[in-house]
């Protein structure tokens, strides 16, 4: 029988991951770890702790009986510029910890990586699968670090650690965070609070993007592959759709037209964006285990205004 520990449960990908595993293996075999962010009724196994505290982490895989861990947990790239030493605490040391772990207790291993881990010397259209890596923030330095572990544990342990460099995620569930990609739900709050926004990111920022349904699809996709499909034991490239600010607010403006979007770049944070892609060749990820994306950024706008309607009682 599965038994499914997600770290970092109720940030932005653990909102939507938690309850589609619960509905594929059932809400007794779930188990959702929370630290500071845990929401007032929860329906599941809550189990509290702290993925820097090696020995709560092995209390809670040992009574558990734990067979897969989606590892979550962990600070956002602008954040981490405010605290790079807790971002390294957390990214790379609460990583290490559940490596240690998955060596001694034997048990999958998801971790998501990031389009952080490039840089300034990496191609910045359809970035290939082996490329440069050389980021200038330290939430990529620890992603970077974070990959090659898990290559390393694979093939010194034969830990079964996979992985995928997630895009910016768009999602309505959790509250939008400190990320560089984050105006993507910031936006839709400000059209539908005061209906107009204020951009953090140049009108002209293209990054790679995904809606968070593809990227949960993704996640259990990869982890459900057999081990002989899994042919890159770092990360994989993950792409869906790739848009700018302004793009956004033009899909938005067909449904809206009164809404308005002023720019006020915020210094750290384009300095973040003009690091990564624009675009990245997830060809890797097509050939191994069929992933393929089914949400562009029309139905995306369509999907994140409905729902946060819904959950704002707009």
Not at 214 to 224: N, P, S, Y
Not at 248 to 261: D, H, S
């Amino acid at each position: 029988m599965r038994k499914i520990l997600v770290t970092g449960a109720f940030g932005l990908v653990g909102s939507d991951l938690v309850p589609t595993l619960q509905e594929k293996f059932g809400k007794e075999n779930v188990f959702a770890l929370g630290n500071k962010t845990i929401p007032e009724g929860f329906d599941g196994n809550l189990v509290k702790g702290d993925v820097t505290d090696i020995a709560s982490m092995e209390t809670i895989i040992k009574d558990n009986g734990i067979t897969d861990v989606y590892h979550l947990a962990g600070i956002l790239s602008v954040g981490s510029e405010k605290d790079p030493d807790l971002a390294w605490k957390v990214n790379f040391g609460g990583l290490k910890n559940i490596l240690d772990l998955a060596k001694t207790y034997k048990f999958k291993v998801f971790w998501p990586s990031s389009i952080a881990a490039f840089g300034q010397t990496t191609p910045k259209v359809d970035t290939p699968q082996h490329t440069s890596l050389e980021p200038t923030t330290i939430y990529g330095v620890a992603k970077v670090a974070g990959e090659l572990m898990c290559q390393y544990y694979w093939k010194r342990y034969g830990v079964d650690a996979r992985s995928l460099r997630y895009p910016g995620l768009t999602g309505y569930k959790a509250p939008p965070g400190d990320g560089t990609t984050e105006y993507s739900v910031h936006i839709f709050y400000g059209l539908l609070n005061e209906g107009k926004y204020s951009c953090f990111l140049k009108e002209n920022a293209r990054l790679p993007m995904m809606y968070i349904d593809d990227a949960i699809k993704g996640t259990i996709d990869l982890m459900e592959a057999p081990p002989e499909n899994i042919s890159v034991r770092t990360s994989y490239n993950f792409g869906a759709i790739n848009f700018t600010p302004e793009e956004l607010v033009a899909e938005i403006k067909k449904l809206y037209p009164n809404f308005t979007c002023t720019y006020d770049p915020d210094p750290v944070k384009q300095a973040i964006a003009e690091s990564w892609p624009q675009s990245i060749d997830d060809s890797a990820a097509k050939n191994d285990w069929g992933w393929k994306p089914e949400i562009d950024l029309t139905k995306m706008t369509e999907v994140m205004i409905k729902g946060l309607k819904k959950k704002l009682g707009k």
